[in-house]
């Protein structure tokens, strides 16, 4: 998984930026800002990097969906972008280039 430079969430695009820690402050690795349209992140090329694009977009998400209070959980959003990093990383076929579906394999027909 990369992280863009822009991200479209909700229909509006957002520009992501890397920033120095000082930036943010203290245990703060990245936030979403919906006026400014733009998701600054602390400045590193590691997983929770990732991990922390994918919080944020999923609180873009929320914010468009309307849905205040599962927006204002971080435990929640938190959960959920740490489940959906894993899932990308076990299943690299989901980010795949190109119209086809990957080839099938010997686990055909096994209950999902």
């Known amino acids: 998984m990369r992280i863009p430079e822009i991200v479209h969430i909700g229909g509006l695009p957002y520009i992501v930026t890397r920033v120095p820690p000082s930036t943010l402050g203290e245990q703060r690795e990245g936030f979403i800002s919906y006026r400014e349209q733009g998701i600054p992140l602390v400045d590193a090329d590691t997983d929770y990097a990732k991990i922390t694009f ?15 209070e599962a927006n204002q959980d971080e435990r929640l959003v938190d959960g959920l972008a740490h489940q959906l990093y894993q899932l990308l990383e076990d299943n690299p076929q989901l980010l795949a280039q190109g119209g086809e579906d990957p080839e099938p394999d010997d686990t055909e027909g096994e209950a999902s």
């Open 54 to 68: 994918l919080h944020e977009c999923l609180h873009g998400m929320l914010e468009a969906l309307g849905l205040t």
